[in-house]
């Protein structure tokens, strides 16, 4: 058995995961981010303890712990070297969790960990993967030969800040035309915004008001009915993302891209044109390509991910 924690900004949430990746157990609390460190890492301690006994199982049987974490992570000594988030700057996460309970800790950034989740459930199994995550930013991690890449210094993999525009849209990086200015859903939402500005007579403002907000599927719902202005947005928003995906499979060339975030709920009218503008613009023409998916696991990668990740690490 192995423990696998999701520590976001919003939630700790904590798995009893078996050697296939199947959650046995799970439960989370809120993780009240501006408390001091060793009460969120309390926390994650009694989680464990919880799970565990709901399962029946003993700490003894836990091989590996794994912890998915919101920022730069000294993976080899168990560091969090800064998460600004939850306001860590190197914390010894893995030490201290092992003044509590003393199982291997392995840590891993959450969208790597996320990452690795969904690469270790595909079916039929690949072992160079690349997941893309639209979510509030563009996060993501690169599967190289079953291995997640980190870079020299745990890092690397920050797939949202590659320029796909010079001189564009502001980043919260600080860049200029980061492809997470264009691709997030954050930069969908502003899209949309600057769009219905222009277009008083669009159903997306009817679509806002019946909604209470505009949000990421505003343009994607009211482009199915047929909406001309919302169309537009879709499209343009559609080509942000597959840029981004040629230039990531031009560099890497994996087996699968995974699409994940709240947006690939969308299937295939996200994917198709998606899979389209790929083929028509990656620089490698032959066969076997790319695969194009979306994400299967959502919430419970992070999980998944930071205990079989951990499990790997640890070789156990
Ligand atoms: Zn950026």
Redesign the pocket.
Known sequence: MYIGIDLGGTNIAVGLVDKKGKIIQKASTPTLRHRHWSEIIRDMVILTHKVTAAADKNLADIKVVGIGIPGNIDNENGIVVRAANLNMVNVPIAEEFRKYIDIPVNLENDANAAAYGEYFMQDPHRDNFLMVTLGTGVGGGIVIKGKIFRGFNGAGGEI??HVIHEGGEK?????LG?Y??YASVTALINQTKKKMALCSDSLMHQWAQQNGAINGFTAFDCARQGDTAAIEVRDKYITYVSEGIVNLINIFQPETVVIGGGISFEGETLLAPIREFVKKHEFNKQEPRTQIEVAKLFNDAGIVGAAMSAKKQKFL
């Open positions: 949202g800040h980043c919260a990086c600080g860049r980061c997470e200015a």
